[in-house]
């Protein structure tokens, strides 16, 4: 089945950096487009940033654009979000997320969320 695993956050001081990790099991990795979220309790989630299958990313808001970078790793199944010049406003909880569309149905997965903390 489909699964994503996140590594990565923690607690960082402000402007500082952290990487987060999602490898993702279960699907033809390399053809699919893949997302990060963060939602803060109390709010909704948010999208943070995109790539797709060519290794073109988007939607970053302009909260994070300039400071925040998606990639990914083909070989590794792995897509990365890396998070520079973190600040206090970027605490949240991550999420990576694919949404899967088959010639039966479409789904959306994620992963199980990653504490981002920032904070001296």
């Known amino acids: 089945q489909v699964q994503l695993v996140q590594s990565g956050g923690g607690l960082v001081q402000p402007g500082g950096s952290l990487r987060l990790s999602c490898v993702g099991s279960g699907f033809t990795f390399s053809n699919s487009a893949l997302s990060w979220y963060r939602q803060v309790p109390g709010k909704e989630r948010d999208l943070v940033a995109t790539?797709?299958?060519?290794?073109?990313?988007?939607n970053y808001p302009d909260s994070v654009k300039g400071r925040f970078t998606i990639s990914r790793d083909n070989s590794k199944n792995t897509v990365y979000l890396q998070m520079d010049r973190l600040q206090p406003e970027d605490t949240a909880i991550y999420y990576c997320y694919l949404r899967r569309t088959t010639i039966w149905s479409t789904n959306d997965y994620w992963g199980q969320g990653t504490q981002v903390t920032v904070s001296s």
């Open positions: 790539i797709n299958t060519r290794h073109v990313a988007t």
